[in-house]
T-cell receptor
């Protein structure tokens, strides 16, 4: 599986936008970009995923670079509940496994 | 609720004891995954089932770890002769779609926290 690189931690103020970066320079054409997040003492939960085009859902937006070697998860207005570890994962359509890295720990300050 | 259910939520075992962790996936979900998460780390893949078939067990750390899903629904992860390094949260996830067909969303349970003394 291709590898992703994320900052270890980030901070944001409540009600401000948050941009969480992810580098994946070895991504292949069949790799989808997934984002999951893990709140304290819970299992990870799905946030969003995409292949080439930018994606929006009720939780977040995913901006994918034109060369697909990086992507950014955008939380439009951070809330205290968004404090979590965010994982950027590449998963091939031919693969089975989701390979989690250490993720980015997001702190949201009131 | 209709989510993934895991039991027990917490288990304390003495070193050398056998433990069994149960996962009830979402009804109708074909794919089932087990992950191990050590403190402060991301989840690490253990094994994958498609219905009752265990298609990938490459992540199981030793032959003390065994998983089964005999009827293609409930799954059990068994750890024999537990060691202190087995202390972790064990996460189960299920997905509606079979892997390789699409990028089906994974639904995780809250995990079973195992502490080996």
């Amino acid at each position: 599986d291709a590898k992703t690189t994320q900052p270890n931690s980030m901070e944001s103020n409540e009600e401000e936008p948050v941009h969480l970066p992810c580098n994946h320079s070895t991504i292949s054409g069949t790799d989808y970009i997934h984002w999951y997040r893990q709140l304290p003492s819970q299992g990870p939960e799905y946030v969003i995923h995409g292949l080439t085009s930018n994606v929006n859902n009720r939780m977040a937006s995913l901006a994918i670079a034109e060369d697909r070697k990086s992507s950014t998860l955008i939380l439009h207005r951070a809330t205290l509940r968004d404090a979590a570890v965010y994982y950027c994962i590449l998963r091939s359509i031919y693969g089975q496994n989701f390979v989690f890295g250490p993720g980015t720990r997001l702190s949201v300050l009131p | 609720g209709a989510g993934v259910s895991q039991s027990p939520r917490y288990k304390v075992a003495k070193r050398g004891q056998d433990v069994a962790l149960r996962c009830d996936p979402i009804s109708g979900h074909v794919s089932l995954f087990w992950y191990q998460q050590a403190l402060g780390q991301g989840p690490e893949f253990l094994t994958y089932f498609q219905n009752e078939a265990q298609l990938d067990k490459s992540g199981l750390p030793s032959d003390r770890f065994f998983a089964e899903r005999p009827e293609g629904s409930v799954s059990t992860l068994k750890i024999q002769r537990t060691q202190q390094e087995d202390s972790a949260v064990y996460l189960c996830a299920s997905s509606r779609l079979t892997a390789g067909v699409n990028t089906g969303e994974l639904f995780f349970g809250e995990g079973s926290r195992l502490t080996v003394l």
